[in-house]
T-cell receptor, first 113, second 113 residues
Framework: DTAVSQTPKYLVTQMGNDKSIKCEQNLGHDTMYWYKQDSKKFLKIMFSYNNKELIINETVPNRFSPKSPDKAHLNLHINSLELGDSAVYFC????????????FGDGTRLSIL | GDSVTQMEGPVTLSEEAFLTINCTYTATGYPSLFWYVQYPGEGLQLLLKATKADDKGSNKGFEATYRKETTSFHLEKGSVQVSDSAVYFCALINAGNNRKLIWGLGTSLAVNP
């Protein structure tokens, strides 16, 4: 029944490793997002896809690569992890634009050792 | 560009106290305005929204009125409960922004019994 689900919930890994976070939404939405939330709760949009097409690509290191195999899935792959990548990553989805709210997953807490 | 400014936290209140969290915005045109809430360990969820001037959004005892003359969208609740302890985010979305929400920095609220 979960609307936006992310896996894994926790990810602990070492610097230099490559990791992926998966996101799936069962709401039938056409747009999905990745956000990064730092320890001060500041939210930063990273990417957004609409019907599998990239529409928002903020200033993010190119070690981060999103992939949307279909409009219900948006995965995030991170290469060569760095200490500064430690954060909570949220996936979200929405239908259409304008006033439609975004629905968030519960987040993936990434800790780099 | 568009921006959202909300009062800094943390805000600490006793149960049944009155809550106001200030939010002002800068935007061209007629943005839609939102309040999201993030409970500990969870993702963000929409609390309320307003899509045009003088609209009042309300949910779970919270209210906010879209004031175009003062470019504000302050969040209020008459009597807070311990369960309202969370981080509250004000946000806006504007036409032509590629469905990108512009976020405030968040205000942490702690309600003591």
């Amino acid at each position: 029944d979960t609307a936006v689900s992310q896996t894994p919930k926790y990810l602990v890994t070492q610097m230099g490793n490559d990791k992926s976070i998966k996101c799936e939404q069962n709401l039938g939405h056409d747009t999905m997002y990745w956000y990064k939330q730092d320890s001060k709760k500041f939210l930063k949009i990273m990417f957004s896809y609409n019907n599998k097409e990239l529409i928002i690509n903020e200033t993010v290191p190119n070690r981060f690569s999103p992939k949307s195999p279909d409009k219900a899935h948006l995965n995030l792959h991170i290469n060569s992890l760095e200490l500064g990548d430690s954060a909570v990553y949220f996936c979200a989805s929405s239908q259409g634009g304008g006033t439609q709210p975004q629905h968030f997953g519960d987040g993936t807490r990434l800790s780099i050792l | 560009g568009d921006s959202v400014t909300q009062m800094e936290g943390p805000v600490t209140l006793s149960e049944e106290a009155f809550l106001t969290i200030n939010c002002t915005y800068t935007a061209t045109g007629y943005p839609s305005l939102f309040w999201y809430v993030q409970y500990p360990g969870e993702g963000l969820q929409l609390l309320l929204k307003a899509t045009k001037a003088d609209d009042k959004g309300s949910n779970k005892g919270f209210e906010a009125t879209y004031r175009k003359e003062t470019t504000s969208f302050h969040l209020e609740k008459g009597s807070v409960q311990v369960s309202d302890s969370a981080v509250y985010f004000c946000a806006l979305i504007n036409a032509g922004n590629n469905r990108k929400l512009i976020w405030g920095l968040g205000t942490s609220l702690a309600v003591n019994p």
